[in-house]
């Protein structure tokens, strides 16, 4: 396994086009976690999948910002109608959560490489 | 609302022994968890407390203190290598489980 994929690495966009990223989560986990970084601050939460169900979206999210994970596999991160404000590094992370009462293993987050936005 | 903090900052050196404090004040709480993140890198896993006490792997040890709200991570015998941005989050359980990120310790190992 070649832990989590994030496509593009890096993308310059003008203000007011759409984006789209992409992860490829680890093949065993069921879990897959959105977060945006800016710079000197912690991961963000955005938004969160079990199999292909989207189970959460943070509050902060405006509606420019829609994920899907198809299938449960691969999940894009589009966001329509780009603003300066939304440049910063999107990060996609997995986990595998047991059918268990056990949480732990969900706790342990593999990260992608990140995308990285500039918004112009 | 959720917070965690955490010094912005830390500098020692080579060999040393460094304590990277964390506290929190959230809705939720399932366990607590430290991630390291070199520059240009994505964050990586280090350590998982779900109880209170010591989790000791290899050169770093990380403790919880569930009633006092509070956790650390021990880094010994500090490697250049070493330097990067340390992050704690706690999981806050429930049917996301997501976790909130603190805004993370700079830590500059020094030769």
């Known amino acids: 396994d070649t832990g989590v994929s994030q496509d593009p690495r890096h993308k310059i966009t003008k203000r007011g086009q759409n984006v789209t990223f992409r992860c490829d989560p680890i093949?065993?986990?069921?879990?897959l976690y959105w977060y945006r970084q800016t710079l000197g601050q912690g991961p963000e939460f955005l938004t969160y999948?079990?199999?292909?169900?989207?189970?959460?979206k943070s509050r902060l999210l405006s509606d420019r910002f829609s994920a899907e994970r198809p299938k449960g596999s691969f999940s894009t991160l589009e966001i329509q109608r780009t603003e300066q404000g939304d440049s910063a590094m999107y990060l996609c992370?997995?986990?595998?959560?047991?059918?268990?009462?056990?949480?732990?293993?969900?706790?342990?987050?593999?990260f992608g490489a990140g995308s990285r936005l500039t918004v112009l | 609302g959720q917070s965690l903090e955490q010094p912005s900052e830390v500098t020692a050196v080579e060999g040393a022994i460094v304590q990277i404090n964390c506290t929190y004040q959230?809705?939720?709480?399932?366990?607590l968890s430290w991630y390291q993140q070199h520059d240009g890198g994505a964050p990586t896993f280090l350590s998982y407390?779900?109880?209170?006490g010591l989790e000791e792997t290899g050169r770093f040890s990380s403790f919880l203190s569930r009633s006092d709200s509070y956790g650390y991570l021990l880094l010994q015998e500090l490697q250049m290598k070493d330097s990067a941005s340390y992050f704690c989050?706690?999981?806050?359980?429930?049917?996301?489980?997501?976790?909130?990120f603190g805004t993370g310790t700079l830590l500059a190992v020094q030769p």
């Open positions: 989050a706690v999981a806050l359980g429930g049917a996301t489980n997501k976790l909130i």
């Open positions: 992370a997995s986990s595998f959560r047991s059918t268990g009462a056990d949480l732990s293993g969900a706790n342990v987050l593999t």
């Open positions: 407390n779900a109880l209170d």
């Open positions: 959230t809705s939720g709480f399932y366990g």
């Open positions: 093949s065993e986990h069921n879990r």
């Open positions: 999948f079990q199999n292909e169900a989207q189970l959460e």
